[in-house]
């Protein structure tokens, strides 16, 4: 039985990655050894769509509300790329990963899978 999804960040600054989710996403972690951090990410859903070229993989990040979100991430020393956008699947801005270059952030308005996971 599959319990969870791991998700791994590949990083140029490791160090600083890890104090950005510690520290300003606030994520739970365990240290698995020596100041490797696991964080707890919550909720997930994934999806699966036609590749353009060579396959890839993304990791999004989703809130409920972006501006919202984006002013608590930003007064805890978060940065972004750009600025909000409408997409047809939602409300979304680029979060700076310090080290890790971005990741998504966006509000859905696509119906939620992760809900489905807690019943």
Same mark, same amino acid.
């Given at each position: 039985m599959i319990t969870a999804v791991h998700t791994l960040v590949y990083a140029e600054d490791s160090e600083a990655a890890r104090a950005f989710f510690r520290d300003v996403l606030r994520w739970p972690n365990v240290d698995a050894h020596?100041?490797? #951090? =696991? &964080?707890?990410?919550?909720p997930s859903e994934l999806g699966v769509h036609p590749a353009e070229g060579a396959p890839r993989h993304e990791i999004s990040l989703m809130c409920d509300d972006l501006e919202q979100t984006v002013a608590e991430l930003g %007064? $805890?020393?978060?940065? &972004? +790329?750009?600025? =909000?956008?409408?997409? +047809? &699947?939602?409300?979304? =801005?680029? !979060? !700076? =990963?310090?080290?890790?270059?971005?990741? #998504? !952030?966006?509000? %859905? $308005?696509?119906?939620l899978a992760y809900p489905l996971s807690e019943t």
């Open positions: 020596e100041g490797w #951090l =696991i &964080f707890g990410t919550g %007064a $805890r020393g978060a940065q &972004f +790329s750009g600025e =909000i956008a409408d997409r +047809s &699947f939602g409300r979304c =801005i680029d !979060l !700076l =990963i310090p080290g890790a270059g971005t990741m #998504l !952030l966006y509000q %859905a $308005r696509h119906p």
